[in-house]
């Protein structure tokens, strides 16, 4: 059974805590970092939700935090929806291998922060991703299928994967312009999956509003590459520890827009200098681009709401 749990402060205290109803009821025990609490809290987790609720609090009454603790890894995936790889001239039935890079774990932020905009950013964009949690080490190349993905998957919630545009692409530096503090909000809810609960991660809905305006709408049926796939070709390369976080991509709908072949073209006989400047400037005139005081609110839930994660609502800031 799916049970949503979050991680909160009251009093200075930080605990976890069981969301039922809409209010959250104290799990017993203290856990420090994420791992601990997927290695310890999970069963006392399980154990409280068999019995009647009892003492709770609203989730106005605390400081909702990250569910993922840091350091960490994060792990990310590009141009994993179906219409976001179309929009950016790729074809989804050609494509074999997933695209990989990371973010710094300084970028993982509560759910409810403002997004802090570097001084020098002016192409701040979002990008709503489903995370999962990763629930055990995982040292060697690992065949994760459907049936056990529960097995490596503790959870899953949601993460912004918020792009300084204009350091990610004329830089070429996806981890600096996708790393700054603020940069990946985290929850609210973490939910935690059993075996049962493997084919919803094909049909959550994502959808990702910026002052009411929907500008991300999609479902994780048009994942390329699904969680369980991804993992196994992840684990061939990489070292997995619970705690850590994999952003699945994020659908179409983004502020950036990609240029057509021809004018790509053009732009390549460009010295460098000016092509970036033409990229920037051009990029610049696209009112989707995230200002400072908008309003960004996300949500993933299933159409029956088995799954439900909460809402994230972050506000842009100038640092």
Partial sequence: MALHVLRFRRSESESWGL???????????????????????????RDLAGRPAEASCSPAEVEILSPVTTPCRVICLGANYRQH???????????????????SSASVAPPHTEVR????????????ELALVIGRDVTVK????????????????IANDVSARDIQIPQTQFFKGKSYRTFCPLGPYLCLLDRDDAPYLDRLELTLLVNGEVRQHDTTANLVFKPAETLSE????????PGDVLLTGTPAGCALTVPSPLLARVAGLLPEAKK??????????SPRYLKDNDVIRSTI???????????QV?????R
């Fill in 276 to 285: 970036w400047e033409l990229f920037k400037k051009a990029q610049g005139r």
């Fill in 314 to 318: 972050n506000r842009v800031a100038a």
């Fill in 301 to 311: 839930k299933s159409p029956d709401r088995h799954i439900d994660l909460g809402e």
């Fill in 85 to 103: 790889m179309i929009d950016v001239g790729m074809d989804p039935d050609a494509k074999t291998f997933n695209m990989f890079f990371t973010k």
């Fill in 234 to 241: 992840l684990s061939d390369f990489s070292d997995l520890s």
């Fill in 19 to 45: 969301v039922r109803d809409g209010r959250i009821q104290a799990i017993p025990g203290s856990y420090v970092t994420t791992a601990e609490f997927l290695a310890r809290g999970v069963a006392r987790a």
């Fill in 142 to 157: 690992t065949e994760v299928t459907r049936e056990n993905l529960h097995e490596y998957v503790a959870g899953i919630t």
């Fill in 117 to 128: 905009r570097p001084a020098h950013v002016r192409l701040l964009d979002y990008e709503i």
